[in-house]
């Protein structure tokens, strides 16, 4: 949550879409949603609400921290930071806290070993690494890894995880074939002792394009929150129906009237070709609006799209509503979906994304990091 925001705009978070995506994904038994970082800028306490409701049984987290507020709010999931502990009061208040902590390298291994409590075993995860060169450990990692777990039979794996690079990528389908085969090797040889592990590999791309990929849990992120992860390539259709989940709206905050040659915003970049009116709307780079992307921008006004003008500003941008008379400072504009008349498309994540040249996750990061959220 962010209490230190006293902008204006809000972020409308829709729990049911959130709840349909979730659906849409498959049989909650196998899948453990990805919460982490504040539910990609949702939420976490909400976002794991609704997920609960809808039949979640395990959640992915980011921090150990993340894992705890969860537990405090009485989350009785099985909570998996992905992180790892990254302090050796990170493991602890992962084994006090029971959560199940990914351990990526020996030294990961010698910390959470350090917290093994008499009473009751320590539950972890075992992070492989297959060609993502991030964290994990490797193919010839592996005698050490389980000489080193049966020697300390309180630290109980109970899931092998490994991350895929390219699967949103159908062009790179052979580097998630590749490590497909690493993981599904690698994680054989625990398998064999600790048949009861849990196996799981696919992010949302791979849990829609590719079944092979599936093992016992998938990991949906992004088709959560209604990114389609092959969004632009020959798979979209993969993810057709899943619906945005954040919406972002800031009032009207003044009305002018330019004539033709007057020019608009810092360093007057925009000039009126001719006689228009503008509107001027309460957002701006601090709340989220890239400022590299003034003049390139639309938003929906009464379930239209209009352009907007001139440079972004920290909490005002511009926008041409020339086509909206009526428009007034008891209107709200939408950056980010809204209501929107038939024919017309609300501005998406993706859309805001592809012009920025990133990814919508980065979008919904920012945006609800930034601004109040408010929940349907
Ligand atoms: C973030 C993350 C995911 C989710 O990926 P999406 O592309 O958002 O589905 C899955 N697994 C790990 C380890 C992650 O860090």
Not at 48 to 62: E, I, M, P, Q, S
Not at 188 to 207: D, F, G, I, Q
């Amino acid at each position: 949550m962010n209490d230190t925001t006293f902008a204006p705009t809000r972020c409308h978070i829709s729990l049911a879409a959130l709840q349909r995506n979730f659906a849409r994904l498959g049989d909650p038994a196998t899948l453990m949603p990805v919460i982490k970082n504040d539910a990609y800028g949702h939420g976490l306490l909400p976002v794991a609400r609704a997920l609960a409701k809808a039949g979640a049984r395990r959640f992915a987290v980011g921090t150990p921290s993340e894992g705890i507020a969860l537990r405090q709010a009485g989350f009785k999931q099985g909570i998996v930071p992905l992180l790892g502990g990254m302090s050796q009061e990170d493991w602890r208040a992962c084994a006090a806290h029971f959560l199940t902590p990914l351990l990526a390298d020996g030294e990961d291994l010698r910390k959470a070993k350090a917290c093994v409590r008499h009473d009751r075993p320590f539950r972890v995860g075992v992070k492989f690494e297959t060609g993502m060169n991030r964290l994990g450990f490797g193919q010839e990692d592996v005698p050490e890894l389980v000489e080193y777990l049966r020697a300390n039979p309180a630290l109980e794996p109970v899931l092998a995880l490994s991350h895929l690079a390219c699967a949103d990528m159908p062009e790179k389908d052979a580097c998630s074939q590749s490590q497909l085969r690493a993981f599904a090797a690698v994680s054989e040889r625990l398998l064999a002792v600790w048949p009861n592990m849990e196996r799981s590999l696919a992010n949302s791309a791979a849990l829609l394009g590719l079944p092979a990929a599936h093992f016992d849990l998938s990991r949906p992120g992004i088709a959560l929150y209604g990114g389609n992860p092959f969004a632009g390539t020959e798979r979209e259709t993969l993810g057709a129906g899943l619906e945005w989940v954040m919406s972002l709206s800031t009032p009207v905050i003044g009305i002018r009237s330019l004539r033709a040659g007057q020019s608009v915003s810092y360093g007057h970049m925009f000039t009126a070709p001719a006689d228009m009116t503008v509107a001027v709307v309460a957002a701006g780079y601090a709340t989220g609006v890239p400022r590299s992307l003034s003049g390139r921008l639309e938003v929906l006004a009464r379930g239209r799209r209009v352009p907007q003008i001139g440079r972004v500003c920290m909490g005002m941008l511009m926008v041409d509503a020339s086509s909206l008379p009526g428009l007034s400072s008891a209107d709200v504009v939408w950056l980010l979906g809204g209501p929107a008349e038939d024919g017309v498309a609300p501005v998406t994540a993706q859309e805001l994304a592809d012009k920025l040249g990133t990814i919508p996750y980065e979008i919904l990061c920012r945006f609800g990091a930034m601004n109040e959220r408010i929940y349907d």
